[in-house]
C-alpha cells in the first residue's frame, strides 16, 4: 500500500493529466504562432507601446513586443499558461486530501498500514509529476514549433521559463494541497489557493506602482518565477530555490495539522 499510493493517485488522475495537456499545448502554440505576425509589424508595435503610459507598461511587464522574448513573456509566460497550471494544481492538490475526505475514500485508505504523511507526502509528489509534465508540455511545444516560427531563443532560455512557471502551479498546488490536509474541505483548500494566485499576481503587477504594495511582490510566486526574466537571462537559482522550498514548507505545516485532526467520516 505504501508503494502504491503515489501510482495510484497518478493513474486515477491520468485523463485529467492528458486534458490539462492539451490545453496547456493548445494555448502555447497558438500564442507562439502569433510571433512572426508581430515581428513583421515591429515597429507599429513600438509606437503603441511607447504611447502607453510608463506605469501600465512596467504594470502589465510589456517591454518589448517586437522581441521574442518580450512577446512570449507577455503572452505565453505573463499570464495565459501560469493560469492554466494554477488552475490544475490547485484542482488537484485540492482533491488529493480534502477532496478524498469528502468523497469519504480517505478513512479507507488510512485504514491501511500507511501513515497520514506518507499518504500525504506520496500525493505531494503525483501531485509535482502532474505540474512537472505540464511544464514539459510547454518546454516541448515550444521546442517543436521555435523553428518553423523563428523563435530564435536557446533551449535552456525555453527550459528555464518553463520550469519557473510550473514552479508557479507547484506552489498554489501546494497551498491547496495544505490548506485541504488541515482542514479536510476543498472548498477552503481551492479559496485558500484563489486568493493566494490574485494576491500574488497583484503583487507581482500592481505593486511596482503602489509603495505601500511593495512587500507583496516578495510574498508572489510570480515574482520569484518572472521578475528574473528566465527568457531573456535563463535560470536564476536563488527565486528558484524559494519557488522549490515554499511548496515544501507548505506541506510540512500541512503534514502537521493533518495529523493532529480527526478524518472526516
Avoid: C, K
Avoid at 525555453?158 to 490548506?179: D, R
Wanted: charged share 15%.
Amino acid at each position: 500500500m505504501r508503494r502504491s499510493v503515489f501510482g495510484r493517485f497518478l493513474r486515477d488522475h491520468l485523463r485529467a493529466l492528458v486534458g490539462w495537456g492539451v490545453g496547456v499545448a493548445a494555448v502555447t502554440a497558438l500564442y507562439s504562432a502569433f510571433w512572426p505576425s508581430m515581428r513583421d509589424s515591429s515597429g507599429a508595435m513600438d509606437a503603441y507601446l511607447e504611447s502607453l503610459p510608463q506605469g501600465l507598461l512596467e504594470t502589465m511587464g510589456w517591454n518589448s513586443l517586437s522581441t521574442a522574448e518580450g512577446y512570449l513573456g507577455a503572452t505565453v509566460f505573463g499570464l495565459l499558461v501560469p493560469a492554466l497550471l494554477v488552475i490544475a494544481a490547485a484542482v488537484l492538490g485540492a482533491r488529493a486530501i480534502a477532496g478524498d475526505e469528502e468523497d469519504g475514500g480517505l478513512e479507507l485508505l488510512l485504514a491501511h498500514p500507511v501513515s497520514r504523511t506518507g499518504v500525504l507526502v506520496q500525493r505531494f509528489a503525483a501531485l509535482t509529476v502532474f505540474v512537472a509534465v505540464l511544464g514539459a508540455v510547454v518546454f516541448g511545444t515550444l521546442l517543436l514549433l521555435g523553428p518553423a516560427i523563428d523563435i530564435g531563443l536557446p533551449a535552456d532560455r525555453l527550459l528555464a521559463a518553463s520550469t519557473a512557471v510550473a514552479l508557479i502551479g507547484l506552489v498554489h498546488g501546494a497551498a491547496a494541497l495544505a490548506v485541504g490536509a488541515a482542514t479536510g474541505r476543498r472548498a477552503l483548500a481551492l479559496g485558500a489557493a484563489a486568493v493566494l494566485a490574485v494576491v500574488g499576481y497583484l503583487g507581482h503587477t500592481l505593486a511596482r506602482q503602489v509603495e505601500e504594495l511593495e512587500w507583496l511582490r516578495f510574498a508572489s510566486a510570480f515574482h520569484y518565477a518572472l521578475e528574473p526574466d528566465p527568457l531573456a537571462n535563463g535560470f536564476d537559482p536563488a527565486p528558484t530555490a524559494v519557488l522549490l522550498a515554499v511548496p515544501v514548507v507548505l506541506v510540512a505545516l500541512g503534514a502537521a495539522a493533518f495529523n493532529r485532526r480527526d478524518v472526516g467520516v
